[in-house]
C-alpha cells in the first residue's frame, strides 16, 4: 500500500514539475527565496541539503550537495581498515554538521541506461507495472534485475500520449556498493546519476531499500511551524469571530436607529400634518366671516317690513327663512351685502294667513376673503 502510494506521488510530482505550472511554481520559489533574510536561506539549504557519496576504486568520496551544486569535502581510502573508515566517516559528517542528512549514492552516468519513452496517456495510472512489462522490450534487462525509475517530460500537446525518461541501473553493482558502504556505518536513501559534479535528481533506490533520514532539527523546524500555523488559524478564527459578534452589534444597533429614525419620522410627518391642518383651520377662519359678522350685517341690511325666524350658517352655506310685506326685493337686497353673495329663493314664497306677510326662504353663499 505505502510502495503504491509512493509511486502515485512520483507519478504525480513528475508531471506537476514538467508542467507549466511546475515551472511557474520553480520560477516563483526562487524568487520568494531571493526575498528572504540571508538567515533564514541558509536555514532552508540546511534543511534540503544531502551527503552524497561516490564510490571510486580507490576512495569513498564524500561530498554535500545543496541548491543543485555539490562540493566534495573528503575522500575515505577503500583500503583502509572499515572501523577506522567508519570513525573518518563520522568525523567528517560531524565536522559538516551532516550526521542527519539523507545520503545519496551517485552512479556514473555510464553505469545508468536512460531513454525517452512514449507510452498511452492510460498507462499512467500505473506506471510502475506498466515499466516493468516494458522493461524487456525497451531495454537489454529484465525488471527484476534492475533499479528503475523515471521522469516525466511535457507531451508536446498530445493528450493521448505521456512522454517520459527512464533511468535503469544493473542491480548487482548498485547493491554491492550499497552493501560496502552499510559497512561503513553509511545507511543510503537514494541512489542518483552523477551528472557534471552533482545529481540528476531522480532516485533509482526502491522505496523498501530507502533509509528514512531523520533531521532533528528539521523536524523540530517542522513541528513549530506547525504550532505557528495553528496559532495563526487560531488568530484568523478569533479575528473573524471577533468580527463577526462587533458585526452582529453594528447591525443591531444600526436597526435600533432605523427603527429610532422611523418614528422620528412618524413623528415629524404627524407634526406637519398637525401644523398645516392647523394653518388651514387659521386660514379658513380668517377667510370666512364670524357668524356674528353674518348676523350683524344680515340685520343691517334688511328692510324694516322683513324679520328673520331662522338664520342658518351651514360651512359656506347661508339659509335664511322668515317674514317680508316684499319677499321679491330680499334677493337683491342680501347680494348687496359685504358677506353674502349668490343669493336665490329656495321654493316658491308663499303667504301666512294670519300676519298676511309673505314666508321665503332664500340661500346665500359667503363671500371668502382670498388667502394671505
Same mark, same amino acid.
Given at each position: 500500500m505505502a510502495i503504491a502510494?509512493?509511486?502515485?506521488?512520483?507519478?504525480?510530482?513528475?508531471?506537476?514539475?514538467?508542467?507549466?505550472? &511546475?515551472?511557474?511554481?520553480?520560477?516563483?520559489? @526562487?524568487?520568494?527565496?531571493?526575498? *528572504? !533574510?540571508?538567515?533564514?536561506?541558509?536555514?532552508?539549504?540546511?534543511?534540503?541539503?544531502?551527503?552524497?557519496?561516490?564510490? +571510486?576504486?580507490d576512495q569513498l568520496r564524500i561530498g554535500?550537495?545543496?541548491?543543485?551544486?555539490?562540493?566534495?569535502? #573528503?575522500?575515505?581510502?577503500?583500503?583502509?581498515? @572499515?572501523?577506522?573508515?567508519?570513525?573518518?566517516?563520522? &568525523? =567528517?559528517? +560531524?565536522?559538516?554538521?551532516?550526521? %542527519?542528512?539523507?545520503?545519496? =549514492?551517485? *552512479?556514473?552516468? &555510464?553505469? /545508468?541506461?536512460?531513454? +525517452? $519513452?512514449? $507510452? !498511452?496517456?492510460?498507462? %499512467?495510472?500505473?506506471?510502475?507495472?506498466? =515499466?516493468?512489462? +516494458? *522493461?524487456?522490450?525497451?531495454?537489454?534487462?529484465?525488471? @527484476?534485475? /534492475?533499479?528503475?525509475t523515471w521522469k516525466m517530460l511535457d507531451s508536446e500537446n498530445d493528450p493521448g500520449q505521456i512522454r517520459l525518461e527512464l533511468y535503469v541501473a544493473p542491480r548487482k553493482p548498485i547493491d554491492a556498493i550499497l552493501e560496502s558502504l552499510a559497512a561503513r556505518g553509511l545507511a543510503v536513501s537514494g541512489v542518483d546519476v552523477f551528472n557534471e559534479n552533482a545529481g540528476l535528481g531522480v532516485n =533509482?533506490?526502491? !522505496?523498501?531499500?530507502r533509509h528514512r533520514a531523520i533531521n532533528a532539527r528539521t523536524r523540530l523546524n517542522i513541528w513549530l511551524a506547525g504550532v505557528a500555523l495553528f496559532l495563526l488559524v487560531?488568530? *484568523?478564527?478569533?479575528?473573524?469571530?471577533?468580527?463577526? #459578534?462587533?458585526?452582529?452589534?453594528?447591525?443591531?444597533?444600526?436597526?435600533?436607529?432605523?427603527? %429610532?429614525?422611523?418614528?422620528?419620522?412618524?413623528?415629524?410627518?404627524? /407634526?406637519? %400634518?398637525t #401644523?398645516?391642518?392647523?394653518s388651514f383651520l387659521t386660514r379658513r377662519r380668517a377667510a370666512t366671516p364670524m357668524a356674528i359678522e353674518v348676523l350683524a350685517d344680515v340685520t343691517s341690511i334688511l328692510p324694516d317690513d322683513t324679520y328673520l325666524d331662522r338664520l342658518v350658517i351651514n360651512g359656506d352655506g347661508v339659509l335664511l327663512q322668515g317674514k317680508s310685506h316684499n319677499a321679491q326685493q330680499l334677493i337683491e337686497v342680501i347680494n348687496k351685502s359685504a358677506v353674502l353673495e349668490n343669493a336665490e329663493f329656495r321654493g316658491s314664497t308663499r303667504l301666512d294667513a294670519g300676519t298676511g306677510l309673505e314666508i321665503f326662504e332664500v340661500g346665500a353663499t359667503l363671500e371668502t376673503a382670498s388667502a394671505p
Open positions: 502510494l509512493n509511486n502515485k506521488i512520483q507519478q504525480w510530482s513528475g508531471r506537476v514539475q514538467s508542467s507549466q505550472a &511546475g515551472v511557474f511554481f520553480r520560477w516563483w520559489s @526562487a524568487q520568494l527565496k531571493a526575498l *528572504m !533574510p540571508k538567515s533564514w536561506q541558509q536555514r532552508l539549504q540546511y534543511a534540503q541539503r544531502r551527503v552524497t557519496l561516490r564510490q +571510486e576504486p554535500i550537495q545543496e541548491s543543485g551544486s555539490n562540493q566534495w569535502f #573528503g575522500s575515505i581510502p577503500s583500503g583502509s581498515d @572499515a572501523v577506522l573508515q567508519r570513525q573518518q566517516i563520522k &568525523g =567528517l559528517l +560531524e565536522q559538516k554538521d551532516a550526521l %542527519e542528512a539523507p545520503q545519496f =549514492l551517485l *552512479m556514473d552516468a &555510464g553505469h /545508468v541506461l536512460r531513454k +525517452e $519513452l512514449k $507510452l !498511452p496517456a492510460a498507462a %499512467e495510472s500505473n506506471l510502475l507495472q506498466v =515499466l516493468a512489462f +516494458e *522493461m524487456d522490450r525497451q531495454t537489454p534487462f529484465r525488471a @527484476a534485475d /534492475v533499479y528503475y =533509482l533506490l526502491p !522505496p523498501e531499500k487560531l488568530v *484568523m478564527a478569533e479575528s473573524l469571530s471577533y468580527r463577526a #459578534g462587533q458585526l452582529s452589534e453594528l447591525e443591531a444597533a444600526i436597526a435600533d436607529v432605523q427603527d %429610532e429614525a422611523k418614528l422620528v419620522q412618524q413623528l415629524k410627518e404627524q /407634526v406637519v %400634518e #401644523g398645516e391642518a392647523a
